[in-house]
């Protein structure tokens, strides 16, 4: 069982973002650009004459395709980062194939954590009929549960279908047998990335620029470590884009 120290990957992604931190700007600017604009033209639509009309339709749709590529970018650029490689700006939206088997992954997780909260939160919403406000917190506790145990479990799968070009079965296998005896460690290092990007954000959010490519590679190099020495049996057929 591979294992890791929160204070090495947090340092790697200090280290890493140090180096390329002009990239992370410029990909940061490109992502929270295009939020704006989704903003701007959710506004445009709800100020409009005739809202909800075809034109604002597809321009929300594209803008949302967009974002999920270049959210595909920033996530395998990363990668490349932290294998010391140098990408290139230009290659952001270049990892469109990638778009399918991320998008059926992320609804996968998606739907892992929702239907079990969701099935927790009725309970939890039927029983508090019946109980005493001091059993509340307990309830609380209750409807976290499933997402402490899903997160720290499948958490990889997105990382492991850019990085090994893994198939959505065999990604949420993976991600399960490498995070095994480490799910402790990982909840402490997801709540110490929360705090690290919280306290980007009181910094007027300039912090930001530096937060989120540290948590980020931090995150991608406790991935690198658990599928140290792991053998994993590749797809045949990978996408040739680095």
Not at 163 to 190: C, P, W, Y
Not at 203 to 231: D, N, Q, R, W
Request: hydrophobic residues 55%; glycine residues 6%; proline residues 3%.
């Amino acid at each position: 069982m591979n294992t890791f120290l929160i204070k090495d990957v947090i340092k790697k992604g200090w280290s890493l973002t140090k180096i390329h931190f002009w990239l992370f700007v410029r990909l940061l600017v490109v992502t929270w650009g295009i939020s704006f604009v989704s903003d701007f033209v959710a506004a445009a639509n709800k100020n409009a004459f005739y809202p909800d009309s075809l034109i604002f339709t597809f321009t929300a749709l594209a803008l949302g395709l967009l974002s999920f590529i270049v959210h595909i970018g920033f996530l395998k650029m990363s990668l490349l980062v932290h294998d010391g490689k140098n990408p290139d700006m230009s290659d952001l939206l270049s990892y469109y194939p990638y778009f399918w088997k991320f998008l059926l992954v992320s609804i996968s997780l998606a739907g892992l954590i929702f239907i079990p909260v969701l099935i927790v939160g009725l309970v939890v919403i039927f029983l508090i009929a019946f109980l005493h406000s001091m059993y509340y917190m307990l309830l609380l506790i209750l409807l976290i549960i499933p997402i402490a145990y899903i997160l720290p479990t499948y958490g990889f799968v997105q990382l492991l279908v850019l990085d090994k070009n893994m198939g959505v079965r065999q990604a949420f296998r993976t991600s399960k047998k490498i995070t095994e005896g480490n799910k402790l460690h990982i909840i402490g290092l997801g709540l110490v990335l929360l705090a690290i990007n919280i306290l980007g954000g009181i910094c007027l959010f300039v912090g930001l620029f530096f937060s989120i490519p540290i948590t980020t590679l931090a995150f991608i190099a406790t991935y690198k470590t658990l599928m140290a020495e792991e053998e994993i049996e590749a797809p045949i057929k990978t996408i040739a884009l680095d």
